[in-house]
């Protein structure tokens, strides 16, 4: 008999899963009837897309065309837009609906996404103050940065999605200037002597930064400045973007475990767990999931496209009987900042000391390619390793050469336990036109020794 197969949550997370089952071949649907859920009206698109879309790298309807749910209806998936999921009873399995509907499952997954943080101020209810976690969001940000009056914009946040979103007001010339909390953009990929080479490359574009974790926004009806520090900067859009939330808030009314960061706990095979049990028929995976960590082996938020695509791939695995893990991760990240690229996997030095990991790191710029090479880039790579193993534990990477591969295979060399020896001695590809025979990577790898 088919079972039937409910997931909340149309998303990446929910969108994923839906593609690794279909994938699985035409049997699928011979084992299950597949529902699911999502709020939105409309389909499922890239959201990585929309601040590069912002930007006038890709065009907004040609990134939000992609959401058409056609494909998975003419799979015969039960393809549910504008119906939320009001409330899952684990012991009855089943799950009460906004039509006022409830519905049966045997198998049940959860992707209910993020929300983003917001911080209890006054003034963010104002007009003209916006939040970046959805398309809708993006769609409102690009209509009001087209909007002649506005002169002046403040992002609120100095993570890659507000950065990415202040410099599609610059282009868009805006003045704008940027609130951040840490001594560096960029904090949560980079170390701050990394992330200051960013600031610095986008203050010579004209962006303006200005560092302090307190910030008031202020205005009528309409949003007319922020306080941040000592500044009162004129606004006329203002976007914070300071993190995302977990949306775990009905996993948690059903009872299901909440983990120390807020998100959905898991095993892995990305069960949910109920009094300290795991429930083998329920799963969770995305932004609303937390993750262990590849090197502290702690829990923590991996809120990435790139994860949720591996931990639907799990879970549609084991949906079908195949044994199947999602391992501790290392997140890796790329985001294009400008002419840049900007890369990170593993730890920052901040976690590290926040976990008491003692290390060993350094630092080159070097270019890419030789000298006789015309229009050669240059790339600085920073590499993190642990004190006492020698092993690679972290590495951060900014040019405005290819950056995402290099990351991709320092990610490996973490998994492998690569040490800086190890790391130095790697044989590496060899073509002038495409790069030096000595590597920045392994001139790191040889400094960290020395
Ligand atoms: C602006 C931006 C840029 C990004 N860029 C990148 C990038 O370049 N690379 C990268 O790897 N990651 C990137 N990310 C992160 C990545 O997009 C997320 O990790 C990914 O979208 C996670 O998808 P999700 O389905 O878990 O969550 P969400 O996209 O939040 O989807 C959650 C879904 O659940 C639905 N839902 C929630 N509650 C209910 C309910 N009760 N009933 C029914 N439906 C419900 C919502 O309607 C929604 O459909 C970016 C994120 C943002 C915001």
């Not at 994923?16 to 389909?43: H, M, N, S, V």
């Amino acid at each position: 008999m088919k079972k039937s197969l409910v997931i909340i949550g149309g998303g990446e997370a929910g969108t994923y899963t839906l593609e690794a089952l279909i994938k699985k071949g035409p049997e699928i649907f011979k084992q299950f009837d597949i529902t699911l859920l999502k709020r939105e009206k409309r389909g499922s698109a890239s959201i990585c897309a929309v601040p590069p879309a912002l930007q006038g790298i890709f065009r907004m309807d040609e990134v939000v065309e992609l959401e058409n749910p056609k494909y998975f209806i003419d799979h015969g998936i039960d393809y549910r837009t504008e119906t939320e999921a009001t409330k899952i009873d684990l012991e009855g399995k089943s799950v009460n609906l906004s039509t006022g509907e409830k519905i049966k499952y045997d198998y049940l997954v959860i992707g209910t996404g993020r929300e983003p943080r917001i911080p209890k101020i006054e003034g963010k209810d104002l007009e003209g103050v916006y939040t970046f976690s959805t398309i809708e969001d993006g769609e409102r940000i690009e209509a009001a940065m087209k909007d002649s009056e506005a002169k002046n914009a403040v992002v609120i946040g100095g993570g890659s999605i507000g950065i990415q979103t202040a410099i599609a007001f610059l282009k868009k010339e805006l003045k704008t200037k940027v609130v951040v909390g840490h001594s560096a953009p960029l904090s949560s990929m980079l170390d701050p002597d990394m992330g200051s080479i960013v600031r610095e490359s986008l203050e010579k574009e004209g962006l303006e930064f200005i560092f302090g974790k307190d910030f008031s926004i202020n205005g009528d009806r309409r949003v007319k400045s922020v306080i941040a520090g000592e500044d009162k900067i004129p606004a006329d859009i203002v976007v914070i973007s300071r993190g995302m939330l977990p949306n775990s808030d009905l996993a948690k009314k059903a009872g299901i475990e909440i983990g120390e960061t807020g998100g959905i706990a898991t095993d892995q095979y990305m069960h949910v767990k109920k009094n300290r049990k795991y429930i083998k028929d329920v799963y969770a995976l995305g932004d609303c999931s937390e993750v262990i960590d590849g090197i502290t082996l702690r829990p923590r938020l991996s809120q990435l496209a790139s994860t949720a695509l591996v931990q639907a791939k799990v879970i549609a695995d084991n949906l079908v009987g195949i044994n199947s893990s999602f391992e501790p991760c290392l997140s890796p990240t790329v985001a294009t900042i400008s002419n840049f690229q900007v890369g990170s996997i593993g730890l920052t030095s901040d976690i590290a000391e926040r976990y008491c990991i003692k290390i060993i790191s350094e630092k080159k710029e070097k270019p890419t390619k030789p000298r006789f090479y015309h229009g050669r880039k240059s790339m600085v790579v920073k590499l993190l390793f642990d004190a006492y193993s020698k092993k690679l534990i972290g590495a951060q990477i900014i040019s405005e050469d290819m950056v995402a591969d290099r990351i991709d295979g320092l990610g490996i060399a973490i998994k492998k336990g690569m040490t800086a020896k190890e790391l130095s001695k790697m044989e590496k590809s060899f073509d002038p036109c495409v790069s030096l025979h000595r590597d920045v990577i392994i001139d790191v790898a040889e400094e960290a020794i020395r």
